[in-house]
């Protein structure tokens, strides 16, 4: 039989790490008028963020396709101030 929680004590406070920060990195990053960022979360406080152009060659007009112009690994926590971002080289 499986069991629930049934007090406050039997709930495990979220981690820090729990947080998906990608959509606010998106907004945080500059960008060029014609890039569109992209930012995935790889692991714990480590994302991946790719800035993509759209490709302009003649190509099917289902097909969208695109070129990534600058890739970063990051690591981002958050503070009272907003993101912290780290640029992992």
Known sequence: ???????????????????????????????QPDERIKAVRVYDDYYRCNWWVQDK????????????????FLRVTKTGDGLLIDDVR
């Open 57 to 72: 060659t003649p190509h099917a007009l289902w097909l969208v396709t695109g070129v990534i112009r600058r890739s970063r």
């Open 1 to 31: 039989m499986t069991e629930i929680a049934t007090t406050t004590t039997d709930i495990v406070p979220a981690s820090p790490h729990d947080e998906d920060l990608s959509r606010q990195i998106e907004q945080s990053m500059e960008r």
